[in-house]
């Protein structure tokens, strides 16, 4: 089961550094980030959301593959290729995993202007070892999916490893 931790940031530039090391993690095999999302509210109010993968590029690229492929058998690849591409385009565009946007700017316009928040699906996690991590960083726990005694550990596991780093 995965859960979702959402964690505010003072500005943009350290929720991004959060996220580099959370995936620099997940190549460790110390974490298994299934989505993680930075929610920047501008200066302006505006919520805008920086998504780590692009599904719009990605569906581009996989049609532009496939279209050509068939246009192979037509004898026709670079027109398979472009009307495959747009069509992957407009399906990856459309299509949404992870995370719920909808939500995320929801819970984004309670942010400070300036500021920032990570959120990030989690299904596996070496808690011992990714705390620590991220623990320099600061932060604050603003939206959890885990049990009221799961999200008190963490916030306590999280009060812990600051004060380590910070020693």
Do not use: C
Request: proline share 4%; aromatic share 6%.
């Amino acid at each position: 089961m995965s859960n979702l931790i959402a964690v505010a940031y003072p500005d943009v530039a350290t929720a991004e550094h959060v996220r580099n090391k959370l995936i620099e993690l997940q190549k460790q095999k110390l974490i298994k980030v299934e989505n993680a999302v930075v929610v920047e509210r501008r200066p302006d109010g505006k919520v805008k959301l920086h998504q780590a993968v692009s599904t719009t590029g990605a569906g581009a690229a996989g049609g532009a593959l496939w279209g050509g492929l068939i246009g192979l058998l037509f004898f026709m690849p670079f027109l398979g290729a472009a009307i495959g591409g747009a069509t992957g385009a407009a399906v990856g565009s459309a299509r949404d995993f992870g995370v719920d946007d909808d939500f995320m700017r929801q819970v984004g316009q309670h942010l400070t202007p300036g500021s920032a928040a990570v959120f990030t699906l989690v299904s596996d996690a070496v808690t011992e070892k990714v705390l620590p991590e991220l623990a320099p960083f600061g932060g604050r726990l603003i939206q959890t999916s885990l049990s009221p005694a799961d999200e008190e550990h963490l916030k306590e596991a999280v009060a812990a490893a600051r004060s380590t780093a910070d020693a």
